[in-house]
Each structure stands twice: as structure tokens, then as C-alpha cells.
């Protein structure tokens, strides 16, 4: 059974850092695209940072320059690290697991976690 699992969430002050994690229980992991969406309260649901399978990154335009995406294949990890939080990123962040293997799409969503940005 697939599972995602986040962690690393949690009330951090404007100007911090934080570092979210999302282990993968998935077969072929490095093979898969791995992103970071959130969601914060009475909003769509939006991309914070992808990571391609090759590596190559893609980030939300209001997470550019301090947010940074990396995994660990070896590990079946992937990380977000967050550094000079502003209220407005205050989600709940989901990990996402995409691939398109021999023709057919496996798309896997993490339960999510919260982050608060507050003074």
C-alpha cells in the first residue's frame, strides 16, 4: 500500500525556517515527479515546488528565492525547506507522487501538514 507521509510542520515566526519532509512507500520511486502543494483556508489548493525525476525544479511564484525542494532517492525522501516564512504562507502542505509508467498515471497524495507562520 502506497503512503506519503509528511512531517516537519508546525508554528514558526515571520522570518523562520522550516524543513518538511515526505517519506514515500512507492516501488520505483525515483521514476516518479514529487511536488509540494498547500492549501490554505478558503483557498485552491497550489503548487509550492516540483522536482522531476531528472531533478529539474519549478517553484510558486510567491515561494521564488526562499523556498527550496531537493530528494533523496536513496531514501525515498523528498524536502521542502522553507526559510523566511511570512504569515501568508500559513497551509496545510500536501507531498504528491506522479508518474506515468508503461501508459498508465499513479498520482499519490500525502494526508498533509500544518504550517503556521505567526508572531
Known amino acids: 500500500q502506497v503512503q506519503l507521509v509528511e512531517s516537519g510542520g508546525g508554528l514558526e515566526q515571520p522570518g523562520g525556517s522550516l524543513r518538511l519532509s515526505c517519506a514515500a512507500s512507492?516501488?520505483?520511486?525515483?521514476?516518479?515527479?514529487v511536488g509540494w502543494y498547500r492549501q490554505a483556508p478558503g483557498k485552491q489548493r497550489e503548487l509550492v515546488a516540483r522536482?522531476?525525476?531528472?531533478?529539474?525544479?519549478e517553484y510558486g511564484d510567491a515561494v521564488k528565492g526562499r523556498f527550496t525542494i531537493s530528494r533523496d532517492n536513496a531514501r525515498n525522501t523528498v524536502y521542502l525547506r522553507m526559510s523566511s516564512l511570512k504569515p501568508e504562507d500559513t497551509a496545510v502542505y500536501f507531498c504528491?507522487?506522479?508518474?506515468?509508467?508503461?501508459?498508465?498515471?499513479?498520482?499519490?497524495w500525502g494526508q498533509g501538514t500544518q504550517v503556521t507562520v505567526s508572531s
Open positions: 504528491n507522487c506522479f508518474a506515468t509508467l508503461l501508459a498508465k498515471q499513479y498520482d499519490y
Open positions: 512507492i516501488t520505483f520511486f525515483p521514476l516518479y515527479a
Open positions: 522536482i522531476t525525476r531528472a531533478g529539474s525544479t
